[in-house]
């Protein structure tokens, strides 16, 4: 049980597109999802946190108009990168929790390469 | 502000060696204390601890929370090669926040 699925797992983009990236719980219901960034050899970065049917909430650094989350059902959220530069590339991962216990599970992760 | 110091930062094992990976934690409103593993990829949960003193297991690795003194350690017995990754504890930020905030890991490399 507890499984969070990705998609794309990988994907390359020119500068200046969008890329969508979609987070599923696929055997549970995530009343909150959660979209991390992660550069080589560094720890996890909290970008947002999403509660169902309401506005995610950004970390303090973290353009919301850039990365547009949404969560629109208890078992998919997405991330849309717009104006995607370089310096976006990354490794991108969502997790998510259930209203019954703290614990995150995460999704495999999509690693973003903006060319 | 919630901080989880993980210790060693990194460790070399040979197979077949057992190893105990610490953390400690300052958190107001402390709820649970999560292990995770990271390989490659995105992190795999491995035990969430709420209560003191109670051993969670799982195969060769299994886990302990020490509520007084602040602390958890994670033991791997028997290592094998496929447990070489960063291991991760994480505790939920303050109260009614579902969000993590984790340590820097602990990079364990198990060689043959």
């Known amino acids: 049980g507890a499984v969070v699925s990705q998609h794309p797992s990988w994907v390359i983009c020119k500068s200046g597109t969008s890329v969508k990236i979609e987070c599923r719980s696929l055997?549970?219901?995530?009343?909150?999802m959660f979209w991390y960034r992660q550069f080589p050899k560094q720890s996890l970065m909290l970008m947002a946190t999403?509660?169902?049917?309401?506005?995610?909430?950004?970390e303090q650094g973290v353009e919301k108009d850039k990365f547009l989350i949404n969560h629109a059902s208890l078992t998919l959220s997405t991330l849309t990168v717009t104006s995607a530069h370089p310096e976006d590339s990354s490794f991108y991962i969502c997790s998510a929790s259930s209203d019954r216990g703290y614990e995150q599970y995460f999704g495999p992760g999509t690693r973003l390469t903006v060319t | 502000e919630d901080k989880v110091v993980q210790s060693p930062l990194s460790l070399v094992v040979h197979e077949g060696d057992t190893v105990t990976l610490n953390c400690s934690y300052e958190?107001?409103?402390?709820?649970?204390l999560l292990w995770y593993k990271q390989e490659k990829k995105a992190p795999t949960f491995l035990f969430m601890l709420t209560s003191s003193g109670i051993e969670k297991k799982s195969g060769r690795l299994s886990s302990i929370l020490d509520k007084k003194e602040l602390f958890s350690i994670l033991n791997i017995t028997a290592t094998q090669t496929g447990d070489s990754a960063v291991y991760l504890c994480?505790?939920?930020?303050?109260?009614?926040?579902?969000?993590?905030?984790f340590g820097k890991g602990t990079k364990l490399s198990v060689i043959p």
């Open positions: 999403s509660n169902e049917g309401s506005k995610a909430t950004y």
């Open positions: 958190v107001t409103n402390f709820r649970s």
């Open positions: 055997d549970f219901q995530a009343t909150t």
């Open positions: 994480a505790t939920p930020k303050g109260a009614g926040s579902y969000q993590l905030t």
